[in-house]
C-alpha cells in the first residue's frame, strides 16, 4: 500500500511562513493528484490545494496568493509553502494522495496522519 508521511508544521506568528512536505513511499504504481487539506477543531476537513501529476494546482480561495503547493514526481513528494499566514489557518493538516499501488486496481484516496499548524496572534 501507499504510505503518506507530513513533516514540517508547527508554531508560527500571524504573517510568519512554513512549509509542509509530504512524501509517499510503499508500494507505488501511480500517483495522479495530490494535495493538502486541513481541519480546525470544530470544522470539517476542507481543501486547501491541489495539483496534478502534470502541475495544474488549484486553491482554495482562502490561501490563494499565499500558499504555494509543489510536486516532485520523481521523489513522490508534495509540499506547501505558506507564507503571510493568518490565525485562522490554524489547523490540522493532512496530505493526500490519488494513487495505485498497482496497475490491476482502481485509484485510491490516500491520507497522511496529519501535521499540526499553529498561527498565534
Known amino acids: 500500500q501507499v504510505q503518506l508521511v507530513e513533516s514540517g508544521g508547527g508554531l508560527v506568528q500571524a504573517g510568519g511562513s512554513l512549509r509542509l512536505s509530504c512524501a509517499a513511499s510503499g508500494r507505488i504504481f501511480s500517483i495522479n493528484a495530490m494535495g493538502w487539506y486541513r481541519q480546525a477543531p470544530g470544522k470539517q476537513r476542507e481543501l486547501v490545494a491541489t495539483?496534478?501529476?502534470?502541475?495544474?494546482?488549484n486553491y482554495a480561495d482562502s490561501v490563494k496568493g499565499r500558499f504555494t503547493i509543489s510536486r516532485d514526481n520523481a521523489k513522490n513528494t508534495v509540499s506547501l509553502q505558506m507564507n503571510s499566514l493568518k490565525v485562522e489557518d490554524t489547523a490540522v493538516y493532512y496530505c493526500n494522495a490519488h494513487a495505485r499501488p498497482n496497475p490491476l486496481v482502481s485509484l485510491y484516496n490516500y491520507w497522511g496522519q496529519g501535521t499540526q499548524v499553529t498561527v498565534s496572534s
Open positions: 495539483i496534478t501529476s502534470g502541475g495544474s494546482t
